[in-house]
């Protein structure tokens, strides 16, 4: 807290993110929505194909307008690009967007003073909705990159979800595989992925399992120690 | 347990819950039985097929009587579907019904008076029951789905089981592979569990495996501190 | 210890242990052995291959000879039997009896009072022992099972050693795969044992990771908390 | 400490090593790229095909004088070569070298007195390095060996890495797989680390999730216990 620049104005910078939370999660949603459409619309339906490209282009806009205006807020300039290196991320890949989903998740459960989860659910939760939008977000860019390719296994947007939900998992039958090197980047980013999701719900699957049994061993009379 | 409405009569709910426990068991193993009848009996065996699919249509009556009078009983209305949102997905997919067998176990454990497992066991024990019943069900519901398909190759209830087994342990070899879009919705529900099964198993017999060697430090003198 | 009925002479029981240990562990390594030459010699080298045959059936009838002794000693019956549940499983499917090699290297370890090896360095140590050898038994017998089979992948040894390396680590390619019902059995097995010592190799390295770098914490002056 | 022969001079050992950490480390990059370059050099490129033979020749002589200097100083014959025995297995496979940049990056952040990263953060850094160094290593080693291999799917620099990248997450889709001994050798010794490494990414990311989690519920007033 003390050892960077401070910034000219933090409590701009909290309003604005605060303010724009709700319209750019919108933005990000209208953002997937367009880039399936461009995807998934059949040939022939070129209007719509259009809309669903301008739609793109301009949510984009949106996200590059964003992340100036915060960057000039915070006023730490280089600094700002490193503490926010995710937000860099996303900018350029904009697929990710919807990830930010979890954040808005976060906040509207805490406006309704809901009871909390326990700590596992909400880390299965979460990491179960960012597995879902990675798994899809990846099937379409599969999908955008293989289905004109020769000699390639996802012809059809369902062989690309089938692709993803095999290699979220780690399974890798082997059925339905990229073969464009655009379609293998994704793939290996998919791949990294998968890895960690697998490490976060592993290990909260199981610490919940352990945690449920001890509690039953409590419960009861140690009668057979 | 105060911000829920209060059940109008909660023991009568444990008491209908405890006096079905065994026959819906029961009914849940005939379920299976007349699933696998109806599945794997020889196209010419009309008159099992017939038996098999009325056992399964009544059995699954019968469940759903049980949902009723225990959602009447609780008097919770749409909080008890929230509450048992596990009972719900059963009543949807009666399939899963038979992994009942892990309260029954343990209910027959306890009036048993058995010297209990120890965590680690338990866990084992029952991921392992969880593992082979879904394993084998939904083996069932593939071949099902895949054995008259064209380009299929889970031709026999034999290659679904061994399809099963790879999938369960993420090994996923790719020679036996659902190709009709419900048997790739089972078997990417089976990929999930597989994951869970996965994270379960994994963590209860490594934590097993540290405990043991703890323990066995702990009783040898420290000569070698 | 005190609800079982009490064995007639625990200590003849544990000294036929205690002397049987070297003689039945050569004589596992005899059995591997023989097991061996009589999967991978050729077909024309018959003398060797009755021998292999005759070293078998001596060595198992020697670990039948060994059991029976200890049933008798122990004067449990059904008890030893559900006691020994991993001696049974042993018994009957003998190829499994070198992993009584951990056992020993536990004993002699002790003898030689050498200093300990750490807590995870023990876990890592057993597992990769006993990753090695269940491959390289499992490589034998569905290279056993397969090797004539029409439609085979695995052709070679090496192929069944290769096919045994992918299945352990669940990266499971596909491109050598059993096809007979006896080989997926044993594949199904070593599946199932790949990922139990992926659970053991994974939290143990990963503890083991993590205390390293704790310990490193530690070490250092907090010049930066 | 005091149960090995003293070293009749560690402090010249320890200065050896200090001294010669960032030129092995560009010996080990040198080393690295010379390889590269004659791996992927095409074949007429003939004259940089030698140099870098000649520059992977000579710095492999490098290490192996850096290691006979080490020998000698420490002045502990057969004892040092059981106390370093990773690095005697880097003298004799020297792909794995470079995997020495994890203790050079140490070094230097010491030396620079940066604020230390968080204990997940180091572990999830070292082990992406060296995944990122292991791939890029067997993709060359396994390329090496399988480009010209009859039946290879292995035909291009990009299937190697693609391969190696769906082997280390042990997705293994079974499109590109090593079909010579040679490369099936690197494969197996790549699919064992890239199990170890699961582990650690595993085990630091799902702990990492879960203290991020615990930390913000204990921020939070304990409103709903």
Not at 5 to 10: S, V
Not at 51 to 70: E, H, K, M, Q, S
Not at 130 to 140: D, E, P, Y
């Amino acid at each position: 807290m003390s050892d960077r620049p401070t910034a000219p104005d933090p409590d701009r910078l909290k309003d604005w993110e605060q303010r724009t939370e709700v319209p750019l999660f919108a933005a990000a949603l209208v953002f997937l929505t367009g880039y399936t459409v461009r995807v998934l619309a059949p040939a022939g339906a070129q209007p719509w194909r259009d809309i669903a490209l301008a739609l793109v282009a301009a949510t984009w806009l949106l996200f590059a307008v964003d992340y100036g205006v915060r960057l000039r807020l915070s006023g730490q300039g280089r600094h700002f690009v490193r503490a926010h290196r995710l937000d860099t991320v996303v900018l350029l890949l904009p697929l990710l967007r919807p990830l930010r989903v979890v954040k808005l998740y976060t906040a509207v459960q805490q406006r309704r003073e809901q009871p909390r989860m326990s700590l596992y659910a909400r880390v299965m939760t979460y990491a179960g909705i960012t597995t879902v939008l990675l798994g899809f977000s990846a099937a379409l860019a599969v999908y955008q990159q293989e289905r004109g390719a020769p000699g390639s296994t996802i012809r059809t947007f369902g062989d690309a979800v089938w692709w993803a939900c095999a290699t979220l998992t780690t399974v890798g039958y082997g059925d339905a595989v990229p073969v464009t090197p655009g379609g293998r980047v994704v793939a290996a980013g998919l791949m990294a992925c998968g890895l960690a999701l697998l490490g976060a719900v592993t290990g909260s699957f199981s610490s919940w399992l352990l945690q449920v049994f001890t509690r039953e061993d409590e419960k009861r009379p140690p009668e057979s120690v």
